[in-house]
């Protein structure tokens, strides 16, 4: 059987970056897709993303949510009140990022009985 090669343009690398890792180096940590959904949702306070996931620390959470405004998923917004009042929103660049994290969600969901072990 003879190997068909494959043009590297014809996977995507470019100046070797894949494309699918920039995505998944973005969605990578503890529960980013899941705040990405729920802030889509409108659970956009710290407190409701807290007790919406109550097994992740509340330092753990603050690292994901300064990751994702970071790259450009998310935008923070502080209301300079006491006590602190701060809110998170997708950025234009964040919501073309939710259509393929419901997807990934779907399709995660329809398989969820063959990776019993992950």
């Known amino acids: 059987m003879e190997l068909q090669k494959i043009e590297i343009d014809e996977i995507g690398e470019t100046e070797n970056k894949c494309p699918s890792d920039v995505f998944l180096q973005i ?26 996931l109550p097994t992740i620390s509340e330092r753990m959470l603050a690292r994901q949510l300064e990751e994702l405004v970071k ?11 006491v006590p602190p009042r701060v809110e998170y929103y997708l950025t234009d660049y964040g919501e073309t990022i939710y259509p393929i994290i419901k997807e990934m969600r779907k399709w995660g969901y329809k398989h969820i009985e063959r990776s019993i072990n992950l």
């Open 71 to 81: 790259d450009g998923i998310l935008t923070r917004k502080s209301f300079g009140e």
């Open 27 to 52: 969605i990578k940590g503890k529960c980013k897709t899941t705040l990405i959904v729920l802030i889509k949702k409108g659970r956009n306070r710290f407190g409701e993303l807290k007790r919406t």
